[in-house]
Every structure is written in C-alpha cells, then in structure tokens.
C-alpha cells in the first residue's frame, strides 16, 4: 500500500482530506474484513444484490437508477477496500467521494 507523504502545509485542504481517507479506509478494512467469515457473507451478499459484477441497465428509468444507486454503494466499498490513499484522496479532492 502507498502512503501519503505530502508537501501540502499542515492545516490544508490537501492534510485533512488525507486524514479523513486515512481513518475511513481504515474503519471499511475493520468493518469488512475478509479474514472474518460473517464479513465475508455480508460482501457476497451486497455483490449480488448490488450487481457488482454486471450491468444495471434497465428499460424502466426508475429501476434503472435504483440499481445504479445500488452499484454506487458497492463502489464505494471496493474503492475503500481496494484503492490505495493516493487513489482515494484523488477521488476525494475531484468531488467522487
């Protein structure tokens, strides 16, 4: 994993959002820990139900956007599990937080 080693001064936009991914991505590991077997249960379970692995096109806009909005949340927990510091903090800093 890469860590973070900014030149940005302390106090700024750039230190904080570090810090706040830092504890976050940190509290997705504890929370989904895959070492844990209902953890493991529990991500199957959102991957199917999110669509993680499929399209959530549907003909009906309605439908449609509630499964997008399932596979958000789903996104939102790979990235945090998945992404290194650098690559959440550019996700934060461009608003896809």
Same mark, same amino acid.
């Given at each position: 994993?890469?860590? $973070?080693?900014?030149? =940005?001064?302390?106090?700024?936009?750039?230190? &904080?959002?570090?810090?706040? $991914?830092?504890?976050?991505? =940190? =509290?997705?590991?504890?929370? @989904?820990?895959?070492?844990?077997?209902?953890?493991?249960?529990?991500?199957?379970?959102?991957?199917?139900?999110? &669509?993680?692995?499929?399209?959530? @096109?549907?003909?009906?806009?309605? $439908?449609? =956007? *509630?499964?997008?909005?399932? !596979?958000?949340?789903?996104?939102?927990?790979?990235?945090? *599990?998945? *992404?290194?510091?650098?690559?959440?903090?550019? *996700?934060?800093?461009?608003? !896809?937080?």
């Amino acid at each position: 994993m890469k860590t $973070i080693s900014s030149p =940005a001064p302390e106090g700024s936009n750039e230190v &904080r959002a570090v810090d706040v $991914i830092r504890r976050r991505k =940190a =509290a997705f590991r504890e929370t @989904f820990d895959e070492n844990n077997l209902s953890n493991q249960m529990v991500m199957e379970d959102l991957a199917r139900f999110c &669509r993680a692995g499929q399209t959530t @096109f549907h003909a009906d806009a309605r $439908i449609d =956007a *509630l499964l997008q909005g399932r !596979k958000e949340v789903w996104l939102r927990i790979a990235n945090h *599990l998945g *992404l290194d510091e650098t690559e959440l903090v550019d *996700l934060f800093m461009k608003g !896809k937080r």
